[in-house]
């Protein structure tokens, strides 16, 4: 069955780095968009990141452009997020997903992982 399993999450100072994985199984990985996606204490969902399965495209929400990196290793079927120059407003608990169907990006997502908690603060 599908699996997404993230790692990578922890406690870091404001304008330091954390790597979030991805390790994903179950399904053909290389044919799908994958997302970053957050929720905030107290918060809705907020869509982070995507990149599309030939890794030509990504995008990014304009609160973390510039700052977050997202890539993937279609032969490890892993999708990370480095992200760099953190703010307290980044915690939030980091979920990766997968686009409904393959081969596009409808940026809706119908298999999630557990989460990863990242927590910036001083």
């Known amino acids: 069955q599908v699996q997404l399993v993230e790692s990578g999450g922890g406690l870091v100072q404001p304008g330091g780095s954390l790597r979030l994985s991805c390790a994903a199984s179950?399904?053909?990985?290389?044919?799908?968009?994958m997302y970053w996606v957050r929720q905030a204490p107290g918060k809705g969902l907020e869509w982070v990141s995507t990149i599309n399965g030939e890794v030509t495209m990504t995008d990014y929400a304009d609160s973390v452009k510039g700052r977050f990196t997202i890539s993937r290793d279609n032969a490890k079927n892993t999708v990370y997020l480095q992200m760099n120059s953190l703010k307290p407003e980044d915690t939030a608990l980091y979920y990766c997903a997968r686009d409904r169907a393959p081969y596009r990006g409808y940026f809706m997502y119908d298999y999630w992982g557990q989460g990863t908690q990242v927590t910036v603060s001083s």
């Open positions: 179950g399904f053909s990985f290389s044919g799908y968009w």
